[in-house]
């Protein structure tokens, strides 16, 4: 038993036993296991952006196997995929890999003003593909937002029936700019929404030091957010002062010094972990293993 990782349950204390005991699950996986650190790969980004986009950078990883097998070796805590990749893999790594089913997706090929994913698999299939948990994507600030926190409830109710903790994208779009889809306020706002919609697990993009909402502006002048690492502190204080898993995404793919700056940052900063993607499986199986043992040791250099 790990002390770290108990402590952090106890803040889930009111869960049921299944879902309880999949976040163990998840926390006591990997080369991070027991710390309380948690680094995650997702390879949803054939749907979400495309599969040249997302494959051509390393053409093993249009095959399906590739990833968890990537997964495993890295020792992650565990692999989230669509309902697709997820079937075609889950015979050979349920009860060894966390897997965690993204149950809602949405391609790049819609408008931009309401963006709202598609439900495309359900908690019946997590349960029969012997998943750890649900996956979910928000998009605060879409015109659409409010079906999909109506949705989510719902989910999340039957995932918790099923004993499996939802894990929350939260990702502001829709109605702003680029530029306020990462800043501060709204990241910390994504956050607090998900948290308050039932999330176990959140997931939200680095934020910038950009304040976006007026209304919101007077409230952070004494917040400080100059770095990187301060602003992930707020980010996890809006996640109910750190009683809920927040963990940060890679984004796309960039050099190697400046991916592990950002996890230093986000490491210091108290994050629990990265859920890295295209930094990951766009590069070669062996740089990609390499990188992801760095990242794993400055999050066990802060556990
Ligand atoms: P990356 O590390 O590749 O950014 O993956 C994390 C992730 O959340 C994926 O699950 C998702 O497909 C992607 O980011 C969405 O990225 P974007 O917001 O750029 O479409």
Redesign the pocket.
């Given at each position: 038993m790990s002390e770290r990782v108990e402590q952090i349950l106890a803040n889930y204390a009111g869960e049921n036993p299944g879902v309880i005991g999949n976040l163990r699950r998840l926390m006591n996986t990997g080369r991070l296991a027991g710390t309380g650190k948690i680094v995650i790969l997702?390879v949803?980004?054939g749907f979400?952006?495309g599969p040249a986009r997302s494959f051509a950078p390393n053409p093993p990883g249009y095959d399906p196997a590739y990833h968890p097998a990537l997964a495993v070796e890295a020792g992650c805590n565990g692999y989230?995929a669509p309902l697709g990749f997820i079937e075609s893999i889950a015979h050979r790594y349920a009860g060894e890999l966390p897997l965690i089913l993204k149950v809602n997706n949405s391609d790049s090929l819609g408008g931009p003003d309401t963006p709202c994913s598609a439900l495309t698999s359900a908690v019946d299939d997590a349960v029969r593909l012997g998943c750890s948990a649900i996956g979910y994507t928000i998009y605060p600030g879409s015109g659409l937002r409010n079906q999909m926190y109506q949705d989510l409830r719902d989910l999340i109710n039957e995932a918790r029936a099923a004993g499996l903790p939802s894990i929350v994208?939260s990702?502001p779009r829709g109605s702003m700019s680029k530029e306020g889809e990462t800043a501060i306020d709204v990241a910390a706002y994504a956050a607090q929404i998900a948290c308050q919609l039932g999330a176990h697990v959140v997931?939200v993009k680095p934020p910038t030091e950009v304040v976006y909402q007026d209304a919101a502006k007077k409230s952070y002048e004494n917040i400080p957010i100059g770095t990187l690492a301060e602003r992930v502190r707020h980010v996890v204080q809006a996640a109910f002062g750190g009683k809920r898993i927040v963990i940060f995404?890679?984004?796309?793919a960039k050099g190697t010094a400046a991916v592990l700056e950002e996890v230093g940052e986000i490491a210091k900063g108290g994050g629990y972990g990265s859920?890295?993607?295209?930094?990951a499986f766009q590069r070669s199986n062996k740089d990609a293993v390499k990188l992801l043992h760095d990242i794993m040791d400055l999050y066990a250099a802060q556990a």
């Open positions: 997702p949803d980004q979400e952006h989230a994208w990702y997931k995404s890679g984004g796309a859920i890295v993607g295209r930094n």
